[in-house]
């Protein structure tokens, strides 16, 4: 298997799987034959049954993973990742979480000041920089977590299913402000989450996957305009894309 990582300069395919596998130690087969591809301006989401490999996907999209067959290219060395649980140092404030990254990629005091700020700003948590984790809500911590990786200025940007814990409402909220954010700071998105209408909301093509090991099935791509109309939510276009995304789900998981 190989990994090709070139400049960060901006290619026609940022991030391309063929006949990825990935077989553990333990003998068990994640993935089998995956073939995918994430151009810029794509927002691209996978759905699949628990266990077939989505996260694993992730893993190796962005190098902590290697696959054990196939071939990976990532043109990109600006990847962004959050994770379900937003992983913040429960000690540092939310201005001190935002500037992690930068920290440990040795940036200035100054620098990293201001990148936190705008990216702070981004996430409209203004106000809340003095504020600790345990001070913040769900989707605050989750907020602070997006953030943090967007000091990276990401050209490709991982989501591990990072609005799975937040309740309807929240949800929904943050999936308005990640569009505005993946419109306003171009960068393109692959996430994982369970959910079918959040899926079908946020992509542009949204991938269905078998069970393990996990096997692309479907790929539909989402007519919606971008920036999405929050009301596409509740039309009858919207409903029936969600219907054949759940459909396809429960066939790959017979
Ligand atoms: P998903 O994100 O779709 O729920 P994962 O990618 O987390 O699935 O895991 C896919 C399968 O691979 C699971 O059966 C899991 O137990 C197994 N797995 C994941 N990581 C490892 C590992 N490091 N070693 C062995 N098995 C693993």
């Known amino acids: 298997m190989t990994i090709t990582a070139p400049s960060g300069t901006t290619t026609d395919t940022l991030l391309d799987f063929s006949d990825v596998a990935m077989r553990f130690d333990n003998g068990v087969t994640a993935l089998s034959g995956v073939d995918l591809q994430v151009r810029p301006g794509e927002f691209v989401t996978v759905v699949g049954p628990s266990g077939c490999g989505k996260s694993t996907l992730l893993r190796i999209a962005s190098g902590l993973e290697t696959a054990s067959e196939g071939t990976v290219s990532v043109a990109t060395k600006r990847i962004g990742y959050v994770f379900q649980d937003a992983t913040l140092l429960p000690w540092r404030t939310v201005q001190k979480n935002v500037e992690l990254l930068a920290e440990l990629n040795g940036r200035s005091k100054e620098e990293r000041r201001k990148d936190a700020e705008a990216a702070i700003e981004l996430v409209g948590l203004t106000g809340f920089e003095s504020s600790l984790p345990k001070q913040l809500s769900g989707g605050m911590r989750m907020r602070t977590s997006l953030a943090r990786s967007l000091t990276l200025d990401p ?54 996957m078998s069970g393990r090991p996990g096997r692309i099935v479907r790929t539909f791509d989402v007519p919606f305009p971008m920036p999405r109309d929050p009301e596409i939510r509740y039309s009858s276009e919207f409903a029936e894309l969600v219907g054949e995304v759940s459909h396809a789900l429960r066939e790959g998981h017979r």
């Open 155 to 208: 050209e490709l940007f991982l989501f591990d299913e990072p609005f799975g814990a937040l309740d309807e409402i929240s949800r929904e909220r943050l999936n308005d402000e990640l569009l505005r954010i993946f419109i306003e700071q171009k960068f393109a998105g692959l996430f994982i989450t369970h959910s079918v209408s959040e899926a079908v909301y946020l992509s542009t093509r949204v991938v269905v």
